[in-house]
């Protein structure tokens, strides 16, 4: 029976295998469908966390119930960057492993994740336009909306050293997801090792950047312009940047360093003759 019909998951070594082998073609695709596959990723994202705040706005809910439902639902936008195909800049921090193994420069690493994460950044934005245009936060009495706002003052109210430390705990989980769907030769497979690692981070209120792009400029247009009679203080842009400069480099040290780097010294790094 072939890999396609065969229900063993991948060991640990072949994944690692794999994911230096995608790592390649990602780093070296052509800029336009780069672009276009990163724009995708960040909307993606963006849908999950948009399907979480429905979840996280409803008061009927304890808070434990309220963060771990929160978090199973924004599952669905690491299962559409996976199962449907996009680029997303949190996932990609595994480039770091093809990297390390010399298949790729340097110059082909930071170019695939500049350009993802500026993508993702259009994307994520963009799609908080949309949903903004759509009315959909005055849903539930205006509490889905409420419960964007009070999300994005609470993360840019967090020290800059809290923001990294938790963008690294965030995408520590999510390049486990990402590793761990590489194992499945199925959309269920793949389904099943993705959700409980991103129900995780959320429910834990780690920082994922992306995630961020969505929700502050989201937070934004409806402080501005939808509720502005939420006597809640401004969101304002350069504590908004301050907060994704730090997630940013939370997500790429998390995830280059303590699950790329790492799985390539165990799997695949080349012993000393």
């Known amino acids: 029976m ?21 790592g ?14 990163g724009v995708m990723a960040g909307a993606f994202i963006g849908l999950g966390a948009l399907f979480s705040f429905i979840v ?11 963060a771990v439902g929160g978090g199973l639902v924004f599952a669905l936008g690491l299962l559409l ?10 996932g990609n921090n595994l480039l770091a492993m093809a990297w390390a193994d010399g298949r790729i420069s340097t110059h082909e690493l930071l170019r695939n ?44 109210a967090l020290p800059w050293e809290q923001a990294f430390v938790r963008g690294l705990l965030c995408n520590v ?11 499945g030769r199925s959309v269920v497979d793949k389904f099943v090792a993705i959700v409980l690692p991103i ?13 961020n792009m969505y929700i502050f400029p989201l937070a934004w247009l409806l402080q501005h312009f939808s509720l502005p009679n939420l006597t809640l203080p401004p969101v304002e842009i ?32 080349k012993p000393e003759t």
Request: aromatic share 8%; glycine share 8%.
């Open 81 to 90: 960057v996976v199962v449907a195909g996009a680029e997303l800049f949190t």
């Open 199 to 211: 129900a995780a981070f959320v429910a834990a209120g780690f920082e994922h950047s992306i995630a």
């Open 113 to 156: 994740w500049f350009w993802v994460c500026l993508a993702n950044l259009v994307g994520a934005a963009g799609l908080a336009l949309l949903v903004f245009l759509s009315g959909h936060a005055q849903a539930n009495g205006g509490a889905v909306g409420a419960a964007v706002l009070k999300s994005a003052l609470a993360k840019q």
């Open 173 to 183: 989980l999510v390049c486990m997801a990402v590793w761990m769907a590489m194992a």
């Open 56 to 66: 996280r706005s409803d008061a009927t809910l304890g808070p434990a119930a309220s």
């Open 24 to 37: 390649v073609t990602k780093a070296r695709m052509p800029l336009l469908p780069l672009l276009l596959l």
């Open 2 to 22: 072939s890999d396609h019909f065969s229900f063993d998951a991948y060991t640990p070594a072949e994944i690692a295998r794999r994911i230096e082998t995608v």
């Open 238 to 269: 350069a504590q908004t940047a301050s907060n994704l400069l730090a997630v940013i480099a939370g997500n790429l040290v998390g995830g280059s360093l303590l699950v790329g780097l790492t799985y390539h010294v165990i799997y695949q790094r």
